[in-house]
């Protein structure tokens, strides 16, 4: 039925040119050395040496406030005992994190079946999300007691999880209505219409609540590294952070803490190039600026 | 040609919320026919066209479709374009076949023809974002063509385009109709456009959505451009604006006010 094309054909859009493959360097150099890049970079340098300075000036002694160089010699110092302690935490964190992402979509899936499933459960997923974990850490840890592992990944995971379904679910409810429509014109089956329209149209959702939820299980594994106050051959850097406090080794607590603060922003920039990988063909939120 | 092959029959349409989109609709669609609704928003002409394609039911009053064989001998355009975002144009036109369970190897064609209809050939990987207005929309018809529908309901498909693509899809649109024949029920608030393209326009009104008038074009086809600019067309133009804004009809030799039990 369908035969030659009656119609003036349009030109087909030109093959990209093909630009040299820059270098590894040039490429590393071209993606820092950008205004977003440079700009926070020039402020933190900034306040390290006015905190230097003040910490000099003032002889500020190291139990109070130590300097950022002090800080940093630390680091390198102690690094073989700490690093282990953070991958411990990460491992937590990464643990917790997946299992967070695969209940979370799967609960969502769920609340996505029918309106009275998602009003009679939400509430549940509220309470879970405003239940304070430092006060709940204690009891999970004494439920799992034959495995602090498993109890840390289980404090991880609650604070991680709401994000996840919270933004799945409402990524779920906002396909399009014109294409709902369409699904149904063409008898689109309830799994076709969840796995072709309802979950891409999710995704950036999705990805939104990823990147809240990975910083969060890192929350969550240190707070209830904390509760718990492990001692014992897997101890994680809040661990570390705790038992330097103690004993005032202040410079140490600070290398911990910034070893922590490091992972999470690893953390949110690995999750936000992974969004940005998946969306950018269509959605806004990875395009790039075109002028 | 003259056989019915969609009808409504004393429709009424009332919304959960007691809106009333439609009173006493009576509506006859002849096969291989072009037939324009216009009316203010709210008339509830997408309406009319939600219920032909089963979207929606009527409250009152029964509809048949004796023309249509089928959920895939029937295709919808939305005026949006309604293209899946995260997916190619290939993928796009493809989805209506998707859905049958043919693979993509067993489609491709079946799109490419259809992509041929349309002039975008070449543009298969594209993603719609890189697309023009116009172009989306043709992507949207390709989708729509890619089952080979014989009935074909427009919903305001070029209502955001500017005029020159407005211009250049009408021709092509007519152009292909008259080609494949298809029955086509055309949503638009443009009276030109409506009397360009159709065969019969049907005038409807608001609060509650009803029909004003039907206003036959007795116009041969193929209509060129010196139609677009004949006093003829806006004559019709004329007077279905006049319909609209209230008034009787003028000369009762062009017109034919709405009448239960049409042809």
Redesign the interface.
Known sequence: MLQESPLPSVTAPSSKTVSPKPSRLVWLWSAIARPEVIAPLIVGLLALLLWEGAVRLFAVPPYLLPGPLLVFQTLIAEWPELFPSLLITLQITVVAFLAATVSGVLIAVLFAQSKWIERSLFPYAVILQTTPIVAIAPLIIIWLQNSTFAALVVCAWIVALFPIIANTTLGLNSADRNLQDLFRLYGASRWQTLWHLRLPSALPYFLGGLRISGGLALIGAVVAEFVAGTGGARSGIAYQILMSSYKLQIPRMFAALAMTTVLGVLIFVSLTWLSDRLLRHWHESALRQEN | MTSTAIALHQVNKIYANGTVALQGVDLAVRQGEFVSLVGPSGCGKSTVL?LM???AAPSNGYLESPGVAG??D?A?V???A?L????TVLDNVH??L???GQSLRASRS?IQ??L????????EQ?????LSGG?KMRVSIARA?VT?PHVLLMDEPFGALDEMSRGRLNS?LL??WE??HWTVVFVTHNIYEAVYLSNRVVVMGAQPGHILAEVPIDVPYPRDEDFRTSPQFNQYCRDIAHLLAGGEPLAPSSLSTAAPGLS
Do not use: I, T
Not at chain 2, 116 to 123: D, H, I, K, R, T
């Open positions: 939600k394609a089963g979207l959920d895939r029937l919808y939305f005026q949006d309604a899946m975002p995260w997916a989805l209506p998707k859905l049958k079946r023809a259809a041929n209809l349309v002039a975008l050939q070449g543009f594209s993603y719609p974002r890189e172009m063509l080979q092509d152009r292909l080609q494949y």
